[in-house]
């Protein structure tokens, strides 16, 4: 700020001097030398750094941590080292009195203030344990363990993530980088209350998923673990494992594009491999991130040359998939590998199976992620041809309408329309046949049936690998039109009504063009049947094949 400052001093004191004016003039203009240099280096982006490691804690029902406190303090010399991280201020916060709960929510609005420009470096670290603990709400919900957390007290005295991630959020960089050493499965830097981890230990399911959690833009949020599993120490390393191999990389290690920079994502895959080696695959680092550009976070060295070309992919629809350049593995996503330029042929498999296939040119110092491969490799229009069943959904519809009868069905599906994510579906229907009415009293009375439907939705889609799920609300269209030809009556009835529902379908993509596709709806309406007005619903099930073009 001083160069800054001493600038704009010098240009209001020279508007302030007089000068001399031609006759009549209102004004004048003065010239003004500023220097370049020091304007250049007052507006220039700055790298900063707050970097929490918690060893000792006040409760002593938290196990004191052996090297959470190193681990910040070697991190900090890595990133204040002038030939790797070269950051211009690294905060380090271990002493007792630093580590409470409000002190470090009071370092992130004091960062908030200092990283004031969108190109500022800021990284955030913590190393410390983590626990889970249910709030005022009865939501279960994760916790920094704080210097001053009362294991008693967990919601009301520990750093919920939430609002870690909060502060974490409303900095003003878009150039951020959060490592959590820590973990919350119960056991290594975590522990949970007994009454928690006794009431865990009967969920089958929804502790061990990890959870869904957005990140903001072109920020990246780094975990030393997944979720439900153990971040741990080691002796031998004298670190937290994933923060030593953290470290290890900015040494230039981690540089695998070769452009004389280690990038966050650089750092992160190097740690994450070393980590799930080291552990023989107990513990598997995972990254939130939502934006990679072409200026990334670069957190050791400088760029002085045009890199490798780079293929990656953070996305978690492509988590466990194996990346394929010309036929050899490279590495499996979550994660980057850097390839030789020139034309190459890029795969996305899975065991057997091939979710893509791309034959692309790719240029030195490229970055593409995957996701653009995929966008253009696989189309998002299909229309598939389906059969099933059309049937009310109440009885006395059943008896007195129409009984459940079978439709043929044509669906179009375009996905990520009108924006990522959602899908517009337009369906199809009809049936005609002969049916019986079992009306009491008295003997089935047969007629002759024609059913067209149309339907509008706009669903949100889940996509994993081949999988697609999806579900949304529905707007159809129904005609039912009935023809009797018997003693007491001979004609025709018939209806039409339009009305909301609900919609639901699989996809399952047996190729690149191919797939299976099942769907069903569920709309409710009224109708005025011989004189009388009922609330029906209505309801469709089928199944078929579909052709992407």
């Known amino acids: 700020m001083r160069p800054l400052v001493v600038t704009l001093l010098a240009v209001l004191a020279a508007c302030a001097s007089p000068a001399p004016l031609e006759k009549g003039g209102k004004g004048g203009l003065v010239s003004v030398r500023v220097d370049e240099q020091a304007l250049a280096e007052a507006y220039a982006p700055r790298r900063l750094a707050l970097l929490v490691g918690i060893s000792r804690f006040k409760d002593p029902q938290w196990r004191n941590l052996r090297y959470a406190a190193k681990d910040a303090e070697d991190l900090a010399t890595a990133l204040r080292d002038p030939t790797r991280g070269h950051f211009d201020r690294v905060r380090v ?69 939430d609002a870690l991630k909060a502060g974490f959020d409303g900095l003003p960089s878009r150039r951020r980088l959060m490592v959590l050493a820590t973990c919350h499965s119960g056991s290594g830097k975590s522990l949970l209350p007994r009454e928690l981890a006794a009431e865990l230990e009967g969920i089958k399911s929804g502790f061990y998923a990890r959870p869904i959690e957005e990140s903001s ?100 629809r492509l988590d466990g998939f ?7 593995e490279r590495t499996e996503l979550p994660g980057g590998a850097a390839v030789p330029p020139g034309r190459r042929t890029v795969e996305l498999t899975k065991g057997d199976a091939v979710l893509m296939r791309q034959v692309v040119d790719i240029t030195t110092g490229e970055r593409l992620p995957l996701e653009r491969l995929l966008s253009g490799a696989f189309p998002r229009r299909s229309l598939a041809v389906l059969g099933g069943m059309f049937s009310f959904v109440d009885a006395r519809s059943r008896n007195e309408l129409l009984p459940p009868s079978p439709e043929l069905a044509v669906v179009l599906r375009l996905e990520d329309q009108p924006m990522e994510n959602l899908g517009l579906v337009v369906d199809a229907s009809g049936s005609q046949g002969r049916r019986l009415l079992s009306l009491v009293p008295g003997a089935p009375v047969p007629f002759h049936y024609t059913t067209l439907s149309l339907g509008a939705s706009v669903p949100y889609m889940w996509r994993r690998g081949q999988l697609t799920l999806y579900a949304g609300p529905r707007v159809a269209a129904l005609y039912l039109r009935r023809s009797f030809e018997t003693e007491a009556f001979t004609g025709a009835q018939e209806y039409f009504t339009v009305s909301p529902g609900v919609v639901g379908g699989v996809v399952w993509r047996m190729g690149e063009r191919l797939e299976l596709m099942s769907q069903m709806q569920l709309t409710l309406t009224y109708v005025v049947v011989d004189g009388q007005g009922q609330a029906v619903g209505f309801s469709g099930g089928w199944a078929g094949v579909g052709y992407r073009f």
């Open 93 to 161: 916060l271990t002493r007792p009195e630093e580590t409470t709960r409000s002190s470090i929510l009071a370092a992130l609005r004091q960062l908030e203030q200092e990283a004031t420009r969108p190109d500022d470096v800021v990284v955030v670290y913590f190393s410390a344990h983590g626990t889970l603990a249910r709030n005022e709400q009865g939501e279960l919900k994760r916790y920094l363990v704080t210097t001053d957390a009362s294991y008693r007290n967990i919601a009301g005295t520990a750093l919920s993530m």
């Open 322 to 328: 194996t990346l394929k350049v010309d036929g050899e």
């Open 217 to 316: 833009r072109a920020s990246m949020v780094f975990a030393a673990c997944d979720w439900g599993e153990t971040a741990r120490e080691d002796e031998s390393l004298r670190n937290d494992i994933y923060t030593h191999f953290l470290i290890d990389g900015l040494t230039g290690a981690a540089d695998r594009n070769v452009d004389g920079a280690v990038t966050a994502t650089e750092a992160h895959d190097y740690a994450r491999r070393h980590t799930y080696a080291f552990t023989e695959g107990r513990q598997r680092p995972s990254a939130e991130i939502v934006e990679v550009g072409a200026d990334p976070v670069v957190l050791s060295g400088r760029i002085d040359r045009m890199g490798r070309p780079e293929l990656y992919s953070y996305n978690p």
